[in-house]
């Protein structure tokens, strides 16, 4: 009966935000002959893997029907405490030991940031605060607590090699666009084709039937805050590594807008239940490609954020106008 | 009498070149209660979508009043006088009842809310019900039966001249039923016309003037309700004759596989004690309220128990959570269909292993498994889907209920608890459902049967509890199973109250 309409509508759901990206894509390569110059391409790449790398775990807790307005503020934390870890891991491994010292730094970001995750997920699941209100709370207590033990200064790393870890390519493709690559394939599998990422959606669509069907629904959403905690590590790792450094006022500001965003214009529905890494990712591209362009066409800075506001707004009236 | 409130002519109505509804000519008068009934899928939800203004017909012209309408939007039939109370109440929670009434069409002086005016034509248009309901309180803390009379207020209060009833009694006690069918007749004596869609081939019968039966969007015949009985309408329904509704009873072994000791929970059930056989259907009679539902959800671990023992095969066993009643190979096909049973924004494939996926992957899903385990499902069961990929909202009522029970049986359970399985479902679909509980049975599945159809738990049941309040009034066996006993107990009347 209905059903070739749904089977059209849900074919052109997947495709739209890929739609879009090409659209601006070829409307770009139009407007500005520097455009298509692989290293600029690169750079764009480079310069959304950030955020990037968060809008993936930031999926997985939109999926689960929460928000985590707190990856920001976290940025600068972990960020922050790698750089101090970092620091003492150079005065433990001595001279030769300095690889060993960053390997130590980035495991320590990682467990870091899950930690401050699985903070959020416990006072979404167990203290059932709700997810806006307690991320929340915790955005402004991460970026105090990294003001207060950076003294609302800059963390400064003294390794030399720490910043070929930011800067450094494989086969000349950036580190951060190969993590968040790697990444967004290891969670697009998750989402897909395990057992968890079934779950993650049933949570979304519907707690109460989750939670008849045996499905431990505390359990998978803790498990999301962690994720996005993960993500976030990797992001303050690769970010401190290229910069060398971390402020504790700047570092990872406004990034929870650009991941949610992302998660958004790659048409993963807010009210959770379902969604897509392979979105995820075009959101994050297009959201780099519009910056680009406005700065390439000379567009005030004050007005990206316009940009970047209507093509949000945008991308969340034609996801409506579909699913009617 | 006699004067014709609305009438049809030739309505169609296609989805994507399918015709759901074919030329339907109906006429119907003044304070008339006219009944339609047909399966799931035969046309009726179609029909009154088209007659509320949700649907625009393909073909065919609508006559109200002895004028041609174009019905544009439900507010616009409202405004000529039709209302319709769906099966889903449109109220909302946090208001109240004067405020739910008044919705949309708040009485103002001088700009500001007459709030003292919307109580006093609450209270009125309630006496006028003969209900009396607070009009300040909260629509959450009303039954659902009070919840539907504040529907049928709210429709009375835009004046409605015609009033379509889409299955209101699915969710009523026999009380309450009664209740709604004295409202009905002194709406009727009112010159209010009523459209009464229902599964209960009983109730059209005592209620209705005339009944249309449709099957497949075609209208098969319309009559005066005193000249068809109810197998006569049935038979119509279907197309074809009915044979035995219920399958022949299986006797059960004498071992007890399943039992309840004293279990408690303070406020709501008190002392619950009971066996189950292997391969019984052990069947839980009751009004609503008397915690069948309750006790069926302390089993499986969604409620805390406050005191008593679950033993399965005479070993204790702890059962915290949904998960744990899983592991011990327990089932539970919930009531509440869309609110706890199925996932509407999942396909049929993702449904039917929710449950069991554990069985389907080790690291990843096997999704060829899944399917082939699905397509099984849907032999068994005859369900009807487009595919596979198919999500579960575009599905019948009917087709929604053996999806859901394919998926409480995929984990392979040896006690399966029904709560309410054929509410909202028509005749042939029941008839299924019934025939598959008989096959359970026959491989030495133990079942109960939380039901409030009388017949159906006659019809099924080698024992009935039957509890009120709380508590287990009487166990009854062979012959002692029969409506009169049973709503003794039911009642209190009868056994330890």
Redesign the interface.
């Known amino acids: 009966?209905?059903?070739?309409?749904?089977k059209r509508r849900f074919e052109y759901e997947r495709f739209g935000p890929l739609i879009a990206l090409a659209i601006l894509f070829v409307v770009s390569a139009i407007a500005s002959p520097y455009f298509l110059q692989t290293q600029n391409l690169l750079n764009i790449l480079r310069q959304v893997s950030y955020t990037g790398i968060i809008a993936l775990g930031m999926t997985f807790v939109i999926i689960s029907g929460g928000i985590d307005l707190s990856v920001g503020s976290m940025v600068a934390l972990v960020g922050g405490v790698v750089i101090l870890a970092l620091n003492w891991l150079l005065t433990v491994f001595g001279e030769g030991g300095e690889a060993w010292a960053i390997l130590f730094a980035l495991i320590i970001g990682l467990l870091f940031g899950a930690g401050l995750g699985a903070l959020n997920g416990l006072m979404v699941t167990i203290g059932k605060i709700a997810p806006f209100i307690a991320t929340l709370g915790t955005m402004a207590i991460f970026r105090s607590m990294a003001l207060y033990i950076g003294s609302a200064g800059v963390f400064r790393s003294e390794s030399n090699l720490f910043p070929d870890l930011g800067m450094g390519n494989v086969l000349g493709i950036p580190n951060p666009v190969v993590v968040f690559i790697s990444l967004a394939v290891i969670f697009a599998?998750i989402l897909n084709?395990?057992?968890y990422g079934?779950?993650l959606?049933?949570v979304g669509?519907?707690p109460?039937?989750?939670?008849?069907?045996?499905?431990?629904v505390n359990l998978t959403r803790f498990i999301s805050y962690v994720a996005v905690g993960i993500t976030v590590g990797f992001s303050a790792v690769f970010l401190s590594a290229r910069l060398n450094s971390m402020s504790s006022t700047n570092g990872g500001l406004n990034y929870e807008l650009d991941a949610i965003a992302a998660v958004i214009i790659g048409g993963t529905p807010m009210t959770g239940?379902?969604g897509s890494i392979f979105g995820t990712v075009i959101g994050a591209i297009t959201l780099g490609i519009i910056n680009n362009m406005l700065n390439m066409l000379g567009v005030s800075p004050y007005l990206q954020g316009t940009v970047k506001g209507v093509v949000i707004i945008g991308a969340v009236l034609i996801q409506r106008k579909r699913s009617q | 009498m006699g004067e014709v409130l609305i009438e049809t002519k030739g309505i169609s109505k296609e989805?994507?070149g399918?015709r759901?509804l074919d030329n339907i000519d109906i006429g119907i008068e003044r304070g008339e209660i006219f009944g339609i009934i047909g399966e799931n899928g035969a046309g009726k939800s179609t029909l009154v979508k088209i007659l509320s203004g949700i649907y625009t017909p393909t073909e065919g012209k609508i006559f109200f009043e002895g004028k041609e309408v174009e019905i544009k939007d439900p507010l616009h039939a409202k405004m000529i006088g039709i209302s319709i109370i769906p099966q889903e109440f449109n109220l909302i929670n946090e208001l109240s009842v004067y405020e739910n009434i008044f919705l949309g069409s708040e009485i103002t002086r001088k700009g500001f809310l007459n709030t003292r005016e919307m109580k006093r034509r609450t209270i009125s248009l309630l006496e006028e019900l003969k209900k009396s309901i607070d009009p300040e309180e909260k629509i959450e803390r009303l039954s659902v039966a009070q919840k539907q009379m504040v529907e049928i207020a709210k429709a009375i209060a835009y004046d409605s001249k015609l009033l379509i009833m889409d299955e209101p009694t699915t969710v009523l006690t026999l009380n309450e039923i009664e209740i709604l069918f004295d409202l009905m007749r002194s709406l009727k004596e009112r010159g209010v016309t009523i459209i009464y869609i229902s599964h209960k081939l009983k109730e059209v019968r005592k209620i209705c003037d005339r009944v249309m039966v449709l099957r497949d969007g075609q209208m098969i015949s319309v009559s005066q309700t005193g000249e068809v009985d109810e197998e006569e309408m049935a038979k119509r329904m279907v197309g074809r004759e009915l044979s035995q509704i219920f399958p022949d009873k299986v006797s059960p072994s004498d071992e007890v596989v399943f039992e309840v000791e004293n279990l408690t929970i303070n406020g709501l059930l008190e002392n619950i004690s009971f066996g189950l056989r292997e391969g019984e259907i052990l069947g839980f009679a009751g009004l609503v309220g008397a915690g069948r539902t309750e006790l069926a959800e302390a089993i499986i671990g969604?409620r805390k128990r406050d005191s008593g023992k679950i033993s399965i095969k005479g070993k204790p066993v702890e059962i915290k959570?949904?998960?744990d009643?899983?592991k011990n190979k327990i089932a539970?096909l919930?009531e509440d269909r869309q609110?706890?049973?199925?996932?509407?924004?999942?396909d049929l494939i993702?449904n039917t292993t929710?449950?069991s996926?554990?069985a389907y992957?080790k690291?990843?899903?096997n999704s060829k498994k899944e399917r082939e385990k699905t397509k099984k499902y849907v032999d068994k069961f005859n369900i009807r889907a487009?595919?596979l990929k198919?999500?579960l909202e575009?599905f019948s009522g009917g087709n929604q209920q053996k999806v859901s029970l394919a998926?409480s049986l995929d984990p392979e359970p040896e006690i399966f608890i029904f709560d309410e399985p054929t509410r909202g479902i028509d005749v042939n679909a029941k008839r299924e459902i019934y025939r598959f509980m008989n096959e359970l049975v026959n491989e030495g599945v133990s079942c109960i049967l939380i039901s409030s159809e009388l017949e159906e738990i006659i019809g099924m049941c080698n024992r009935v509890v039957v509890m009120k309040e709380g508590r287990i009034t009487g166990i009854l066996e062979g012959e002692h199973i029969n409506e009169e006993e049973i709503m003794l107990h039911a009642t209190g009347l009868k056994g330890v109250a």
Not at chain 2, 339 to 346: A, D, E, M, V
């Open positions: 009966m209905a059903g070739e309409n749904v599998i084709k395990t057992r079934r779950y959606c049933a669509s519907n109460k039937v989750a939670k008849y069907s045996a499905i431990k239940g379902a | 989805f994507s399918v759901v969604i959570s949904p998960n009643a899983v539970y919930s609110g706890s049973g199925i996932l509407t924004s999942f993702k929710l449950i996926l554990p992957s690291i990843l899903i487009a595919s198919t999500r575009f998926k």
